[in-house]
């Protein structure tokens, strides 16, 4: 199983962007998703959480601006940012607990996300 991330860039102030996550390899169900940022010098924290049974969670910093979602389908999660701001800069990394030959969490590669003022 890997995760492919994707989505991040260079987005002024006030913009938008839209990270996917993609699963991809023997995937059976995937079950609790988060997204995680890491700014320079500072250590990685949650943003997002997504639970399977539809319970979501945000960090109080990106709450009524963040969204995490997830389409079954296509085995894709995704974060839409909106409203983004300068201290939203960061690399954006995807975990995902998914249900395969075994059951067990699995990490993105990261992605870029930076603001400008």
């Known amino acids: 199983v890997q995760l492919q991330a994707s989505g991040g860039g260079l987005v002024q102030a006030g913009g938008s962007l839209r990270l996917s996550c993609a699963a991809s390899?023997?995937?059976?169900?995937?079950?609790?998703i988060e997204w995680y940022r890491q700014a320079p010098g500072k250590q990685r924290e949650l943003v997002a959480s997504?639970?399977?049974?539809?319970?979501?969670n945000y960090a109080d910093s990106v709450k009524g601006r963040f969204t995490i979602s997830r389409d079954n389908t296509k085995n894709t999660v995704y974060l839409q940012m909106n409203n983004l701001k300068p201290e939203d800069t960061a690399v954006y990394y995807c975990?995902?607990?998914?249900?395969?030959?075994?059951?067990?969490?699995?990490w993105g590669q990261g992605t870029q996300v930076t603001v400008s003022s």
């Open positions: 975990k995902a607990a998914i249900v395969s030959i075994t059951i067990r969490d699995f």
């Open positions: 390899g023997i995937i059976f169900n995937i079950k609790t």
């Open positions: 997504d639970t399977s049974g539809g319970s979501t």
